[in-house]
């Protein structure tokens, strides 16, 4: 008889806290996942390290495999013909990489590569589109992050034409600080006094995401 993995962990307040290959999960988009979900997906899903640089699928290319980031922080880059790249956008634990095979898609116009090490769970392209199939919870809440990455890369480009590289710098910072809970990107004396040095790029993404919560806290999908 094979043992099945442990789908969660009682917590000291006496709820499950989910776990995936024997991992405690962060992931934000895998938290908010109904328990009854849990053993259609966790299954599929296989603990995996990142490393700083690592690409998790490049340019044009096939996307083998998509990511529910567990921790650290990927940057999503458009490549331009002479090799160099601008970053477009950033994912960590509230998100996912991989976002055109939740469509149907199997290729991406962006790169997305790991820019702070970190860990995650891992599903092939087939294996993601099995369990989006078990999962109306799962493919809807990828269908509303696919907005998320979207308003991202609205604004980050319109900040990247008008805004100075200080005010930038202090968005991208607050930004990271964000997705990985943590102020050692650089040391994060004072969060308040990043965000009066941040353009209104930072406020705008933040307002924007409280209404979508909002909105999808009153909907009733
Ligand atoms: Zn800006």
Redesign the pocket.
């Known amino acids: 008889m094979v043992n099945k993995p442990a789908l969660s962990r009682r917590k000291s307040d006496g709820k499950a806290a989910p776990m995936v290959d024997g991992t405690l999960v962060s992931n934000e988009l895998l938290l908010s996942l109904p328990p009854e979900d849990w053993e259609s997906i966790f299954p599929e899903l296989s603990s995996v390290q990142l490393r700083t640089h690592e690409v998790l699928h490049e340019s044009g290319e096939p996307i083998r495999f998509a990511y529910f980031l567990n921790s650290g922080l990927a940057s999503v880059l458009s490549v331009l013909s002479d090799g160099k790249s601008v970053e477009v956008g950033l994912t960590g634990k509230e998100g996912f990489v991989g976002l055109p095979l939740v469509v149907g898609l199997s290729t991406s116009p962006t790169r997305t590569v790991i820019q702070i090490e970190g860990a995650g769970f891992r599903v092939s392209a087939a294996g993601l589109m099995k369990i989006l199939r078990r999962s109306e919870t799962l493919t809807q809440r990828l269908q509303r992050y696919v907005q998320v990455l979207s308003m991202q890369a609205s604004?980050v480009a319109?900040?990247n034409r008008?805004?100075e590289v200080d005010?930038?710098l202090a968005?991208w910072l607050l930004m990271c600080q964000d997705r990985i809970n943590s102020d050692t990107v650089v040391t994060i004396e004072s969060r308040e006094n990043l965000k009066d040095a941040?353009?209104?790029?930072?406020e705008a993404m933040q307002r924007q995401s409280r209404n979508w919560l909002s909105e999808s806290n009153n909907s009733v999908r």
């Open positions: 604004q319109a900040c008008i805004h005010e930038r968005r941040a353009c209104e790029c930072y």
